[in-house]
T-cell receptor, first 113, second 110 residues
Framework: EAQVTQNPRYLITVTGKKLTVTCSQNMNHEYMSWYRQDPGLGLRQIYYSMNVEVTDKGDVPEGYKVSRKEKRNFPLILESPSPNQTSLYFC????????????FGPGTRLTVL | QQPVQSPQAVILREGEDAVINCSSSKALYSVHWYRQKHGEAPVFLMILLKGGEQKGHEKISASFNEKKQQSSLYLTASQLSYSGTYFCGTEYGGYNKLIFGAGTRLAVHP
């Protein structure tokens, strides 16, 4: 089944404790992105990647890191999480080109205390 | 740069129609539409390209006015399953960098 998977689905952590949210897709997509969703603000892009080893900042990259060492994986790293990073996070992938519909993962709900 | 969606919320009875608008202050390359049900991930509905091409689900229709930099999503003969939050995503340079609107909440009641 074509899908984007994220782990963990739920995470409660404390300020400053490094964490990684994994994202994997099995559709051989070139493009992958991370979004955060907050009430009233919609989906905001954190980082995106056009291919292996090629990443670029989205609209809200501060406090986040990403890497794309393999085509299928695009982990999101929070080196020193803070309470303002409490949010719902979605990973997405797409084929790029004109019709680059985004396929979203199930989401990761992160709470930073 | 975030596109502006209107209305913010809509309440419908089954069978009624609705239009959701998405406006940008910058020239658009494409507009995406997604629907998100509570507790779930957004799901693709449609893409409209500058120049008139579009791709999406058969039962969904939308328009893209390049002069006004505006897209509209038309929901006709609404069903209970249409309930959710609708997001438009705008693309300005064709680099897969999407900027989403704040969303329009749609509730369809029997």
């Amino acid at each position: 089944e074509a899908q984007v998977t994220q782990n963990p689905r739920y995470l409660i952590t404390v300020t400053g404790k490094k964490l990684t949210v994994t994202c994997s897709q099995n559709m051989n997509h070139e493009y992958m992105s991370w979004y955060r969703q907050d009430p009233g603000l919609g989906l905001r892009q954190i980082y995106y990647s056009m291919n292996v080893e090629v990443t670029d900042k989205g609209d809200v990259p501060e406090g986040y890191k990403v890497s794309r060492k393999e085509k299928r994986n695009f982990p999101l790293i929070l080196e020193s999480p803070s309470p303002n990073q409490t949010s719902l996070y979605f990973c997405a992938s797409s084929n790029g080109g004109d019709y680059n519909e985004q396929f979203f993962g199930p989401g990761t709900r992160l709470t930073v205390l | 740069q975030q596109p502006v969606q209107s209305p913010q919320a809509v309440i419908l009875r089954e069978g009624e129609d609705a239009v959701i608008n998405c406006s940008s202050s910058k020239a658009l390359y494409s507009v995406h539409w997604y629907r998100q049900k509570h507790g779930e991930a957004p799901v693709f509905l449609m893409i409209l390209l500058k120049g008139g091409e579009q791709k999406g689900h058969e039962k969904i229709s939308a328009s893209f006015n390049e002069k006004k930099q505006q897209s509209s999503l038309y929901l006709t003969a609404s069903q209970l399953s249409y309930s959710g939050t609708y997001f438009c995503g705008t693309e300005y340079g064709g680099y897969n960098k999407l900027i989403f609107g704040a969303g329009t909440r749609l509730a369809v009641h029997p």
